[in-house]
């Protein structure tokens, strides 16, 4: 059975910084392109981020270019989120998700975790 854990969400200021992980088990994250994504309240999932199965080949949307990193560490199964300048519109649940293409499409993935809170006060 596949799990993805998020971790590293919070409350922060505005201009601060967080770095989300994902981590799973019963998968070897390797394998798959993994993507971040983000539900503000009453707001559809967005694409925020996603990475390839190699690291090589990054995508991110344009309301977070410049600002946030997504990165991989294979040998720790774990994808990180790294956040820079958060503004309060950043405010939402953050999830991974895996699959087979680094897609910014929600239906490109397999298996979604949970979510984390990330709270960006003004």
């Known amino acids: 059975q596949v799990q993805l854990v998020e971790s590293g969400g919070g409350l922060v200021q505005a201009g601060g910084s967080l770095r989300l992980s994902c981590t799973a088990s019963?998968?070897?994250?390797?394998?798959?392109?993994t993507g971040w994504f983000r539900q503000a309240p009453g707001k559809e999932r967005e694409f925020v981020a996603a990475?390839?199965?190699?690291?090589?080949?990054?995508y991110y949307a344009d309301s977070v270019k410049g600002r946030f990193t997504i990165s991989r560490d294979n040998a720790k199964n774990t994808v990180y989120l790294q956040m820079n300048s958060l503004k309060p519109e950043d405010t939402a649940v953050y999830y991974c998700?895996?699959?087979?293409?680094?897609?910014?499409?929600?239906?490109?993935?397999?298996?979604w975790g949970q979510g984390t809170q990330v709270t960006v006060s003004s």
């Open positions: 990475i390839s199965w190699s690291g090589g080949s990054t």
């Open positions: 998700a895996v699959g087979a293409l680094t897609t910014p499409r929600k239906l490109g993935y397999d298996y």
């Open positions: 019963g998968r070897t994250l390797s394998s798959d392109a």
